[in-house]
């Protein structure tokens, strides 16, 4: 049987990583044929890419997970601070998506600019 979505994002800086972040990646998993999970981190952030990685990988075997640095500006209300972030993401991106899994309502504007379903995991 199918699942709902082809191709399923779930990003986050995973700083740390914790049983939400899990629990979205998770659901993702269930209703995605494939899962691109994205660990997005600032260079000015005190836990490591390497580090971070290790745990999504030690948890979350069966996705795939790409993982960069973002160091744009964060300003939700900027046009040109969402320009810079887009460009990270979409670099990671192995190909389209069809559904974005996050929780917050700043993901909105991200869902938006990637043309793909939003599915909110515990908002709030």
Known sequence: MSKPFRHGLALGKFYPLHAG???LIRKALRQCDEVTVQLLVNSAETNPLKTRLTWLQQE????NIVAGVDDSEVDFDSPTAWDEHMRAIERLLPKPIDAAFTSNECSAELVRRLGALWVQVDPG
Not at 60 to 63: G, L, S, V
């Open 21 to 23: 972040y899990s629990n």
């Open 60 to 63: 979350h075997p069966n996705a």
